[in-house]
């Protein structure tokens, strides 16, 4: 099939935001694949900012964001468009509009959005969220539309071409393993969870005013709460923001973080982990290095 698309503006090379701090390594992805015109996937821990990742790609960008969050019975036809044939019957008996227009009954979907947004010229970042929750067909079913960036309203006749391709990110927490054939149209990058340094940076952009010997004992606690064996879930980047912010409203020393752990709720959101960490000597674990 033929390109009609234009060539879009350039755009500049995505750096991060200032409150969405980013390894070199993903802003280098998120750059090629804005490059490349290709969905960009990503995966990662729970609370590594795959969803927040969307929305600062936009703001550093300076588009608009169109948000799509997948459920276990979205289908692909969700994102195009819907015919609210509920609202058609009701007009028909008890409406004055004409129901013969058919248009007035098409709600477009989030991808159905950038499609028409692109149509006109004007670029957008689509965010199609936690996609491994649909059914093992969605992606597939996704496949034409990402690939041609058009379709056809068949209740109206209408072709909704994007003139310039949108940026779609598309996250995956992993619950199932999606089509070789949909993996093979993106660009991949998965989130690693980030080291002492750049937690530290990131703690600093939502927290500028917290003292910096409680932020580094807590750094240091919060990775040790992370190796701890068996744990079902470990703290996320996320969790260790709202840690902070505790520790910071109740005034902790930072001495005491070395052999205890206040507020282990914050970080552990599985009762078998708060009973695993109520047994650690932590004093005896601050002796390792992390």
């Avoid at 997948?70 to 609210?84: E, H, I, P």
């Avoid at 996609?131 to 309203?153: G, Q, S, T, Y």
């Avoid at 064996?229 to 912010?245: G, N, Y």
Wanted: aromatic share 6%; proline share 6%; with cysteine.
């Amino acid at each position: 099939m033929p390109d009609n698309r234009t060539a879009a503006p350039p755009l500049p090379h995505w750096r991060g935001t200032p409150r969405y701090i980013a390894a070199d390594d993903l802003c280098a992805t998120v750059n090629v694949a804005v490059a490349l015109g290709r969905p960009l996937l990503v995966k990662g821990e729970p609370g590594t900012g795959k969803t927040l990742l969307a929305e600062a790609i936009a703001q550093g960008l300076g588009l608009e964001l169109l948000t799509w969050h997948v459920k276990s019975t979205t289908r692909a036809q969700d994102g195009l468009y819907l015919y609210d044939t509920v609202a058609r019957l009701n007009d028909s008996r008890f409406g004055d509009r004409d129901v013969r227009d058919i248009a007035q009954y098409i709600v477009l979907g989030p991808l159905g959005q950038a499609f028409e947004r692109a149509q006109n010229g004007e670029r957008v970042v689509l965010l199609i969220d936690e996609i491994d929750k649909a059914d093992l067909e969605f992606p597939n079913d996704l496949l034409h539309e990402l690939d041609a960036m058009r379709f056809v309203v068949a209740e109206t006749g209408r072709t909704i071409a994007a003139a310039v391709r949108p940026i779609v990110v598309i996250t995956s927490n992993a619950e199932k393993e999606l089509p070789d054939a949909f993996l093979r149209r993106c660009v991949f990058h998965y989130i690693e969870f980030p080291d002492e340094a750049l937690l530290g940076q990131i703690c600093r952009v939502h927290h500028p005013q917290v003292d910096d010997k409680l932020l580094a004992a807590a750094l240091r606690q919060f990775l040790r709460v992370r190796s701890l064996p068996e744990l079902r879930k470990k703290p996320s980047t996320s969790e260790l923001i709202d840690w902070v912010a505790g520790l910071r409203l109740a005034g902790i020393d930072p001495d005491k973080l070395e052999s205890a752990l206040p507020f282990a709720g914050v970080l552990l959101k599985q009762e078998r982990d708060t009973q695993r960490a109520a047994k650690v000597d932590f004093a005896k674990l601050a002796q390792r290095r992390f």
